[in-house]
């Protein structure tokens, strides 16, 4: 029975203070800087970061949605990112991009939504390209209550033609193929499209299946150059990735719930403590 105690109150005291831990980085509202240039530091899904800059709401090419979420935040470098990446897409005639989450003021863990986008370096992008957007800024209520349209149909495994168009393609293209960027989450279905579309075009190696990210992709960028807490992921498998990595999502195994417990949080490395405490 005393075992029972001590591993119940263990449990309840992990999850008490990964939710304080989480709580405390919703709850900073300036960013810190622990050196004279930004810093990510840690994983993509554990870490921190250190002189945000937030984006403003909108730019040229690019309008930010649910702004109440206050995910404006990232390194500089994915702010330049997406600057360049809107800047690409509206003068190319595709359209104007609807902006997501990047992250929290010092990053960190979100009480809600993402394991990842910790270290200013991730974001999410709707694939849906407004032609409104194009022609004024969406108001406030617009941007909080618009909902990002699946590009998946209704059944099955294909994409909805309807919802998915070469303007898609291009933008992927356009943001696979700038160096900063280290990969592309994208749901399998929208990788198995550009497999049909383009394979062996070396800019697809950088767009991986993963589950979900059926209504936006996600940007993820390198550990910038100097960044030397930085952890950067496994390098990308060779290849354009339209292979059996790929048809394996489609398998009765990827599709089945996961099962077991949910793998806890990665520790925050000892440097995000003196960020979060600045
Ligand atoms: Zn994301």
């Known amino acids: 029975m005393y075992v029972f105690n001590s591993k119940f109150w263990g449990v309840i005291a992990l999850l008490w203070s990964v939710q304080g831990h989480a709580n405390s980085w919703s709850q900073v509202s300036q960013p810190a800087y622990i050196g004279d240039t930004a810093q990510s530091i840690g994983t993509y899904n554990g870490g921190c970061l250190s002189g945000a800059v937030s984006l ?5 090419g690019y309008q930010v949605m649910r702004l109440s979420r206050n995910r404006v935040y990232g390194h500089p470098d994915l702010k330049q990112f997406i600057e360049k990446l809107g800047q690409n897409t509206v003068s190319q005639g595709l359209g104007v991009l609807l902006i997501g989450d990047l992250g929290q003021v010092r990053g960190g863990p979100t009480l809600s939504g993402h394991r990842s986008h910790q ?3 991730d974001v999410d992008i709707w694939f849906m390209l407004s032609a409104q957007a194009t022609q004024r800024s969406l108001t406030a209520s617009e941007r909080e209550t618009w909902s990002a349209a699946s ?22 293209e356009i ?8 990969r592309i989450f994208v749901n399998p279905s929208v990788k198995r ?10 800019w697809l190696k950088k767009i991986r299946p993963w589950w979900k990210h059926d209504d936006h992709f996600h940007v993820r960028l390198k550990c910038p150059i100097g960044n030397r807490h930085c952890v950067a992921q496994e390098p990308l498998p060779s290849g354009d990735g339209c292979d059996a990595g790929l048809a394996w999502w489609f398998s009765a195994e990827a599709k089945k719930p996961a ?17 979060l405490n600045k």
């Open 193 to 202: 499209e550009l497999c049909r579309q383009q394979a062996g075009s070396p």
């Open 151 to 172: 590009v998946l149909a209704a059944h099955g495994d294909g994409i909805n033609p309807a919802q998915w168009t070469q303007a898609n393609t291009k933008v992927l």
């Open 56 to 60: 403003p709401k909108e730019g040229l």
């Open 119 to 121: 270290t200013g370096l």
């Open 259 to 275: 099962k077991g417990k949910p793998t806890p949080p990665p520790p925050l490395p000892a440097l995000c403590d003196v960020v």
């Open 175 to 182: 943001a696979a193929t700038m160096p900063e960027v280290d």
